[in-house]
């Protein structure tokens, strides 16, 4: 990590980690103490904790690196939006995919219930992960086998939950480069699939598997496609760490949970056909560079982000000068060195975290030659569901 870029990762690194271990002693604390006794009180309270430190990553995009999140969407699709459970599903494109749709559940008033289906190693990230595992993210495998129950169980937990809420599927299985684009090409055209220009071939298990589960309770699905101009850098966790700006296009349409196929196997070429759609979609965009008349929204700079990151960083240095006071820790060769221990630890960390979203370091799922009766499809071999 470059010294210019440390000098400002690593105070946001210790706002953001100091804080979080707060958040994750009280989802702690509530999860022992109260969950036993009342699930629906834990995931109502749970939710208002958990967005008080997402909302830091949200004004990382919306106040520091002041990204500009445009949405192309209809009126029915947008007043829709965080009144509903909804099963979303979104192509893969960069790095921080996943914190575009916090941004979006943030202006929509449900981050504190927005999940995911996320591998299984996500949930070791100190802080992020853990709140993450409080909050009933869902996490899988690789392997179909051992995740297939996960799913149909995590899915059907939801069934109660209080508040309206997003479960987040990339079907894709894997972050968007231009490796795997190049692989499913060469998969597609060797089983005869349409070959895809802008997105991965959808693995559609556990798209299958988690509408058969929601059918009875999510009254929608919410096709997510972003993309970003050709006049705008990607977006990255360093570059967000580094206040630079970007542009993120995001088209929504809104489908009707109802309207679906009843069977397993209509409902998976649903879903390759709806990644069809979404290719000629980010055709139209590369020519165009907009996703054409919808409704444009451009979603603005809501203050509470902003607020809740000045509250933690007044609490956090009132804290520390106090405890500085108290202890002399920094009077000492051993109290310097102390802190300056601390001061690598979250440096890692933040190293962690931003090499853990770089497209290019995720791994696709082994995909095996199909068979003539599934054709796309893995044939036994491990699926992931990011």
Not at 117 to 126: D, E, G, I, N, Y
Not at 325 to 352: D, E, H, N, P, R
Request: with cysteine; proline share 5%.
């Amino acid at each position: 990590m470059p010294i210019v870029a440390a000098a400002v990762v690593v105070p946001l690194g210790l706002l953001f980690f100091i804080s979080g271990l707060v958040v994750n002693l009280i989802q702690a604390i509530c999860f022992i103490l109260i969950r036993p006794v009342s699930k629906n009180l834990y995931r109502r309270i749970n939710r208002v904790v958990a967005e008080l430190l997402w909302l830091e990553l949200v004004w990382l995009i919306d106040w520091w690196a002041g990204v500009k999140i445009q949405v192309y969407t209809d009126h029915e699709t947008f007043n829709s939006m965080g009144k509903e459970h909804a099963l979303v599903i979104c192509n893969h494109r960069s790095d921080i995919d996943w914190l575009v749709g916090w941004v979006l559940a943030q202006r929509s008033g449900c981050l504190g219930s927005s999940l995911a289906v996320m591998k299984k190693s996500s949930k070791f990230l100190p802080v992020i992960g853990w709140s993450m595992w409080f909050s009933e993210y869902l996490f899988l495998e690789r392997s179909w086998a051992k995740d297939e129950g996960t799913l149909k169980s995590g899915v059907q937990r939801l069934k109660d939950f209080p508040q309206p809420f997003w479960l987040a599927l990339f079907v894709e299985g894997t972050r968007f480069t231009q490796a795997k684009l190049l692989a499913a090409q060469e998969y597609a055209a060797a089983t005869g699939l349409p070959v895809p220009r802008n997105v991965l071939i959808p693995r559609t298990k556990g798209f299958v598997t988690a509408v058969s589960q929601m059918r009875s309770f999510a009254p929608a699905i919410y096709d997510v496609t972003v993309a970003i101009p050709k006049s705008s850098p990607a977006p990255t966790m360093l570059r967000l760490f580094e206040g630079r700006p970007s542009v993120v296009h995001v088209h929504i349409k809104r489908h009707v949970m109802r309207d679906l196929p009843q069977t397993d196997e209509a409902v998976a070429q649903w879903c390759k056909d709806i990644f069809v759609a979404k290719d000629a979609l980010l055709d139209k965009h590369t020519v165009e560079q907009t996703f054409g008349d919808q409704q444009l929204k451009v979603t603005g700079r809501p203050p509470k982000s902003l607020l809740v990151v000045t509250a933690w960083a007044c609490l956090l240095i009132l804290g520390a000068l106090k405890f500085l006071y108290w202890s002399s820790l920094l009077s000492s060769w051993k109290g310097i060195a102390f802190s300056a221990l601390g001061l690598g630890v979250v440096t890692v960390l933040m190293q962690i975290l931003i090499r853990f979203s770089q497209s290019e370091r995720s791994t696709p799922a082994p995909v095996a030659p199909a068979n003539n009766n599934n054709k796309g499809e893995s044939s036994g071999k491990p699926e992931k569901q990011q």
